[in-house]
């Protein structure tokens, strides 16, 4: 994956972020379900953004500045902004990405398939996680 990113990131000139430290994504994987892609997307990078799409960090307490609009507060249905209207929706899925105002992408922990919402509807991919990255970055480069 970080060869993928690195390419991503010279295509569509973002900035990769420094990977997550171990104990981060460690203690991540403690409070929520992170399925195995993403742990490995964090230890590449701790989160993304290009535009309106952002994959968010993951909480690190020695960056708190940086990363306190995290991953973890994204899956928290008590402060995230996905979550409040239909938090049921989200059942059995790790939210992992904002695509625009109040759509967001998950991925399903029972199979890692990925999925995004458009106006309220959830809606599955056939898209591995770099797949849906990349489709993404193209659509804000196209937008």
């Known amino acids: 994956m970080k060869n993928e990113l690195r390419q991503l990131s010279e295509r569509h000139g973002f900035t990769?972020?420094?990977?997550?430290?171990?104990?981060?994504?460690?203690?991540?994987?403690?409070?929520?379900?992170?399925?195995?892609?993403?742990?490995?997307?964090?230890?590449?990078a701790n989160g993304l953004q290009h535009e309106w799409f952002r994959i968010p960090p993951l909480h690190d307490p020695n960056l708190s500045k940086r990363t306190w609009d995290s991953l973890q507060r994204m899956n928290d249905p008590e402060k995230s902004k996905f979550l409040r209207?239909?938090?049921?929706?989200?059942?059995?899925?790790?939210?992992?990405?904002?695509?625009?105002?109040?759509?967001?992408?998950?991925?399903?922990?029972?199979?890692?398939?990925?999925?995004?919402?458009?106006?309220?509807?959830?809606?599955?991919?056939?898209?591995?996680l770099i797949e849906f990255i990349e489709t993404c970055l193209r659509e804000v480069d196209e937008l």
């Open 16 to 44: 990769l972020s420094p990977p997550a430290p171990a104990d981060v994504i460690a203690h991540a994987q403690s409070e929520f379900v992170l399925p195995h892609a993403l742990c490995e997307l964090f230890g590449v």
């Open 85 to 128: 209207s239909h938090p049921e929706a989200f059942n059995g899925f790790t939210l992992f990405a904002e695509l625009s105002g109040s759509d967001c992408a998950a991925i399903r922990t029972e199979d890692g398939s990925i999925w995004f919402s458009q106006d309220g509807v959830l809606n599955e991919t056939s898209m591995s």
